[in-house]
């Protein structure tokens, strides 16, 4: 399973590590949330969710200031001998002498954070559930066009990093080329990444790799995406049906969520990206409740009953 480092948490919630004694590298957090150890603290260990980041806020500290000193150690024990991740303070407060001693003792990382106690914890599930999203790597081309991500998907050599390059240069932003590493934050949002070897690089063939960020600028290329539509392109076969109205929309699925798909039949000729670019429009209109093919349908059964009069 893969997990976040502390070391990690700590850069990236700007924590203060008053423990640097204890590697930081070694704790892995495999759990994206949170908890606040009050119960604990009263002496409940009943269910108790060891594994997640563990934050003290103003009022737990409220309690342990009027604990009795041995009963106050007694729990700090009980609390670090769990084996949890780390302990967070928040709102600025220090960890006093037995906390310290104990986390030592324990090789528990404590760490302390200016946040208030909400802000904190909102803010440190909302990474970790980004970043221990279950997450799977196909191959396809990731696209931000008009500000829906776009994820072109077909076999090899068919055409999906030249019609990518054609959106760049028509002001689009590439996401990722080739791999596209897809994570599921939410039961109805998927994020698009690159992997770090292939970052806003492109492969053409007969030309080599390219590097998007270098040629057309910082605004031609963005780290991540929320993927809104699926285009697959194939090769046009003369005797398979295509939709030609879109009166219902084809799905098709990652990690159990479903995303809007169109098949795109490819011949000599076909302009891709203005293709993609009237595709992603449209799913806008969609979305905003305007839909062209109930239009259309709407209009002819208007036709077809004033002809019946």
């Not at 640097?20 to 892995?28: F, H, N």
């Not at 967070?88 to 302390?112: A, F, I, K, T, W």
């Not at 076999?155 to 990518?164: D, F, L, T, V």
């Amino acid at each position: 399973m893969h997990g976040v480092t502390i070391a990690e948490l700590i850069d990236k919630m700007h924590l203060r590590n008053v423990t640097p004694e204890i590697d930081a590298e070694k704790t892995v957090l495999t759990h994206p949330d949170v908890n606040r150890p009050a119960l604990q603290l009263a002496g409940f260990f009943d269910h108790f969710d060891n594994e997640r980041v563990q934050i003290i806020g103003y009022v737990e500290q409220a309690y342990i200031n009027q604990m009795d000193h041995d009963v106050k150690v007694n729990r700090y024990d009980q609390l670090l001998a769990s084996k949890v991740p780390c302990i967070v303070y928040s709102r600025g407060q220090m960890p006093d002498e037995d906390m310290m001693e104990l986390c030592n003792h324990y090789g528990v990382p404590c760490m302390v954070s200016e946040a208030t106690t909400s802000d904190l914890m909102a803010e440190v599930i909302r990474w970790l559930k980004v970043k221990l999203a279950p997450c799977i790597s196909i191959h396809g081309v990731l696209v931000d066009v008009f500000g829906e991500g776009v994820l072109i998907m077909g076999e090899s050599g068919i055409g999906k990093s030249e019609a990518a390059l054609e959106l760049i240069k028509r002001g689009h932003r590439l996401v990722t080329d080739d791999v596209v590493e897809i994570r599921k934050v939410s039961d109805d949002t998927l994020i698009g990444s690159a992997p770090d070897i292939t970052r806003h690089l492109i492969e053409l063939r007969g030309i080599g790799i390219i590097d998007v960020k270098a040629l057309f600028g910082v605004e031609s290329v963005k780290d991540t995406q929320q993927i809104d539509m699926v285009i697959k392109l194939e090769e046009w076969d003369r005797d398979k049906e295509y939709d030609r109205l879109g009166l219902e929309d084809q799905y098709t699925e990652f990690l159990g969520n479903k995303v809007v798909c169109h098949n795109i039949p490819i011949r000599p000729g076909r302009n891709l990206a203005i293709i993609v670019e009237s595709a992603s429009v449209n799913y806008r209109q969609k979305k905003m409740g305007y839909n062209a093919a109930q239009e259309l349908y709407r209009r002819v059964q208007e036709n077809l009953s004033k002809k019946e009069f």
